[in-house]
């Protein structure tokens, strides 16, 4: 349903200062028509934002393409080295002491050996021993 509506136009300085009369058949409402253009102006930005980033794409696939070139195996010496200094320190260390001293007369066991427990590991010269053993004894009579 069309109707005619009159509007005055504001007046201007364009216009000498004389207002207009316009007159518009949608009942004062705009049809839509700058929307209308948004949206179709919007679509054709996405539109070539898709064509844009496709060629991109394939362009880019192009010119990051991997070239391989074969070769026979063969012996060859290793030329390149490392060299480094620095100082080692172990994760464990320990301290082993004796109670008594004197001359190792043999041993039972080579390095890398597993000993057990209460196992005899060396026979020791014990004259220091017994020396000084007795020499304890006389003292206390």
Do not use: C, H
């Not at 364009?14 to 009942?27: A, E, S, T, V």
């Not at 002491?97 to 590991?121: A, N, R």
């Amino acid at each position: 349903m069309e109707e005619d509506v009159m509007r005055e136009a504001p007046a201007s300085a364009w216009d000498g200062g004389k207002r207009k009369l316009f007159r518009r058949r949608d009942g004062g409402q705009k049809a839509g028509g700058k929307k209308k253009w948004l949206l179709l102006l919007a679509a054709v930005v996405a539109v070539g934002a898709v064509v844009v980033l496709i060629q991109g794409r394939a362009n880019g696939q192009q010119e990051t393409a991997a070239v391989y070139t074969e070769a026979a195996a063969e012996r060859r010496s290793i030329t390149k080295s490392l060299t480094s200094s620095g100082t080692l320190e172990p994760a464990d260390s320990y301290v082993v002491s004796t109670l008594v001293s004197g001359e190792i007369l043999s041993d039972t066991f080579e390095e890398g050996d597993l000993v057990e427990k209460d196992q005899l590991l060396y026979t020791l010269d014990s004259s220091d021993a017994d020396t000084s053993q007795t020499q304890a004894q006389n003292s206390l009579t």
